[in-house]
T-cell receptor, first 112, second 114 residues
């Protein structure tokens, strides 16, 4: 299995809602990532987990809260988002060292 | 920290022609350089990568060259086909103060006209 699976594919939420994005991989990768991407722009790194521990937080606002329950799963909890947070949220995984990232198909998020 | 510049931002070629996309990086210690292709509405997919101890790597119609002295690397696509149309991102793995994270270029939108 060489896939990273993300759910949901689309999400519309109001600014007072709480929602979660989910990501799963079964490639035995020990590094997992959350990226944010605007249309035709490069992915922007948000968080990196290595061995299920948060190793990089790119000064992301606290309304985004990551969680890594085990080596195969990665969640991103969303609360009180702003309209400017609307974007494609991509999960990725890799072996340690940051090489050969496999990306999921993403969650297209719209905040109203 | 590492900075990656990518040119051109848009590129239009006729089917069968070659396409070249160039990137420069600032951190001389960077040692890993991948290229990602992202079709409209799809995920970024790794198409080729190169490490700093190699000058060139080829995979069918795609090749990447690296000039460490000049700190630039390029993607070459030969015999382009309409399905090569996509946004291409180069990246470099920063080392100092960046935890080995990938730094992406701004992307090149390639259009291959039949």
């Amino acid at each position: 299995d060489t896939e990273v699976t993300q759910t949901p594919k689309h999400l519309v939420m109001g600014m007072t809602n709480k929602k979660s994005l989910k990501c799963e991989q079964h490639m035995g990768h020990r590094a997992m990532y959350w990226y944010k991407q605007k249309a035709k722009k490069p992915p922007e790194l948000m968080f990196v987990y290595s061995y299920e521990k948060l190793s990089i937080n790119e000064s992301v606002p606290s309304r985004f809260s990551p969680e890594c329950p085990n080596s195969s799963l990665l969640n991103l909890h969303l609360h009180a988002l702003q309209p400017e947070d609307s974007a494609l949220y991509l999960c990725a995984s890799s072996q340690l060292g940051g090489e050969k990232l496999f990306f999921g198909s993403g969650t297209q998020l719209s905040v109203l | 920290g590492e900075n990656v510049e990518q040119h051109p931002s848009t590129l239009s070629v006729q089917e069968g022609d070659s396409a070249v996309i160039k990137c420069t990086y600032s951190d001389s210690a960077s040692n890993y350089f991948p290229w990602y292709k992202q079709e409209l509405g799809k995920r970024p997919q790794l198409i080729i990568d190169i490490r700093s101890n190699v000058g060139e790597k080829k995979d069918q119609r795609i090749a990447v060259t690296l000039n460490k002295t000049a700190k630039h690397f390029s993607l070459h696509i030969t015999e382009t086909q309409p399905e090569d149309s996509a946004v291409y991102f180069c990246a470099a793995r920063g080392v100092y103060n960046q935890g080995g994270k990938l730094i992406f270029g701004q992307g090149t939108e390639l259009s291959v006209k039949p």
